[in-house]
């Protein structure tokens, strides 16, 4: 077995970022606030562009987390989110004690399908109780069917927590994912598009709430010169030191969005004979994803072979793989909960994969790849 690694989706760092830590220490800024995390603030603003003011964090969780708390999402209540996720969409509406109703994917983009979301909203709105927040994701990169959701959100007035934490540098028709929400989410784990070794964003059109969401996420100190407090704080500020790391990313975000890009390429040119194999892709041009994974189904109808198997051929020669999320809904943690849907989020989860994507992988990652997924499908 080749004893390098071809991991799915591993940090790639710039050059830069040292350049930034290094000025932390040097000023002693090694704290959660400082120069480093104004600035990533501000690149991050500048990227995604549309008024938006951003609140650099700990986590994406946590900016979930901290989004519905400013959604005035509280215990016994209802909010629904994508089922097909990866568990952080859902874990900080348990955190709040309220209830999470699950909504299936449709079959263009993987994600939260409006006709389940409509359903969803009229059963709950028949039982006298109006959901509180609707969160859909744009997961792998790939954005929702933004006008079709915000629609159904406008109709029923009900706020939108955007998922947005794979799909920085992703856009539809022009406008950044990020953006879509009346709150959004973004993420810099080490497994994302840029990171900060941990981290994430929320984003908001209004000043006010990202004042809230740094109140908040620094223990919630009123105006006192002693510590006073009239609300629960958090812990949830990004340090300073990760905050360099991202300024650094920062400067290759487009440029690791194009690798990634490529890679999304490499992996429809290398499947297109191979018929039983489906690469996902965007559904038309009004849909642009930064391809955080690339993803792939099989039909094994076709001539048996499953992803499971390729998955195991791929590890066999030290290449990582993934089934695609397994939706919350069948989620032991998550199964007592409502669901509206079909099976589309279980079908991709029992026939997908996700194949390694990094913006660093080389040539003969590339060739690698190859060699075992031909050598898998000529058998
Ligand atoms: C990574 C991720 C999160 C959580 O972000 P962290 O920074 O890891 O807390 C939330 N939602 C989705 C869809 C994610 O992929």
Not at 151 to 177: F, Q, R, V, W
Not at 201 to 213: C, F, M, P, W, Y
Request: hydrophobic share 35%.
């Amino acid at each position: 077995m080749n004893t390098t690694k071809i991991w799915l989706s591993s940090p790639h760092m710039g050059g830069t970022e040292q350049i930034y830590v290094n000025e932390a220490f040097e000023t002693n800024w090694v704290a959660p606030l400082g120069p480093n995390v104004t600035g990533f603030e501000n690149d991050l603003q500048k990227f995604i562009g549309n008024n938006s003011h951003v609140a650099a964090l700990s986590s994406g969780t946590a900016a979930l987390h901290l989004g519905l708390i400013l959604l005035d999402v509280k215990a016994g209540d209802e909010v629904i989110c994508q089922s097909f996720t990866f568990s952080a969409s859902a874990n900080p509406i348990l955190y709040l004690g309220a209830t999470p109703i699950f909504v299936d994917s449709e079959t263009e983009t993987w994600n939260m399908c409006p006709i389940a979301l409509e359903e969803a909203i009229l059963d709950s709105v028949s039982k006298g109780k109006k959901p509180k927040a609707i969160i859909p994701v744009h997961l792998y990169g790939m954005p929702y069917k933004v006008d079709e959701i915000r629609k159904i959100a406008n109709h029923y007035e009900i706020p939108i927590l955007e998922d947005s934490a794979e799909a920085l540098g992703s856009h539809y028709k022009g406008t950044m994912c990020g953006t879509f929400g009346d709150i959004s989410a973004l993420s810099f784990n080490g497994n994302k598009i840029i990171t900060t070794s941990g981290g994430g964003a929320l984003v908001s059109k209004k000043e006010t709430i990202k004042e809230k969401a740094i109140f908040l996420a620094t223990q919630a100190r009123d105006a006192a010169p002693h510590y006073q407090h009239s609300h629960v704080g958090y812990n949830y500020r990004l340090s300073n030191i990760s905050a360099g790391i991202g300024r650094g990313q920062m400067e290759v975000l487009q440029k690791h969005i194009n690798l990634r890009r490529e890679m999304h390429d490499f992996y429809m040119n290398l499947f297109k004979n191979i018929k039983e194999v489906i690469v996902f892709q965007e559904p038309n041009s009004d849909y642009y994803s930064n391809h955080w994974l690339s993803c792939i189904t099989i039909n094994s109808s076709e001539n048996g072979k499953t992803s499971e198997q390729l998955r195991l051929a791929l590890e066999n020669d030290n290449i990582e793989s993934r089934p695609l999320w397994k939706p919350m809904h069948l989620q032991p943690i998550f199964e007592k909960y409502p669901y509206y849907g079909n099976t589309v989020s279980e079908n991709l989860f029992n026939n997908g994969l996700c194949l390694p994507s990094g913006s660093n992988l080389n040539n003969d990652d590339k060739q690698r790849i190859i060699e075992t997924v031909s050598r898998f499908f000529m058998k």
